[in-house]
């Protein structure tokens, strides 16, 4: 019986192949996700179409989203997660790391306890949480 070719008779890309290939990032993700969904990126469990393939980076998700469900004016409380840094909010921090969880009126108690009755009521009854139904998990 024959065997599987080794590590060095198996073809891919070098890394030296790979800086010469792609003159930035972008291109690299546009040819990586070419090869892995040639028709487009889609959710492999259902088949839709309707996912985000271009967000950035995490820092600009998370703080598109709070400025997109905030008043200008509103003050942010949260941990102290670099994520949130350079957030256009007035913006007040705990830091968990040091045994610090309240300092004035900042405190991330509501959220975590919203999130422990969220995957309470989840754990129940779903498998996998998936953005595309999440206004279901929080209906009545």
């Not at 820092?59 to 008043?71: A, H, P, R």
């Not at 942010?76 to 957030?87: C, E």
């Not at 498998?127 to 009545?140: E, F, N, T, W």
């Amino acid at each position: 019986m024959a065997k599987a070719p080794g590590k060095a008779y198996r073809q891919g890309l070098t890394l030296l192949k790979i800086a010469d290939k792609f003159g930035n990032e972008e291109d690299a993700r546009k040819w990586i996700e070419s090869k892995r969904w040639p028709n487009g990126p889609h959710c492999p469990h259902c088949g839709s179409y309707n996912v985000q393939s271009d967000i950035n980076h995490k820092t600009m998700t998370l703080q598109g989203f709070v400025e997109d469900n905030t008043e200008e004016e509103t003050t942010v409380y949260t941990d102290d997660a670099k994520a949130y840094v350079g957030l256009d909010r007035p913006h007040q921090t705990v830091c968990h790391s040091v045994g610090e969880y309240v300092k004035g009126m900042a405190h991330t108690n509501g959220m975590e306890s919203f999130w422990a009755l969220m995957k309470r009521g989840y754990s129940g009854t779903c498998h996998k949480m998936s953005p595309k139904h999440l206004s279901r998990y929080r209906s009545g």
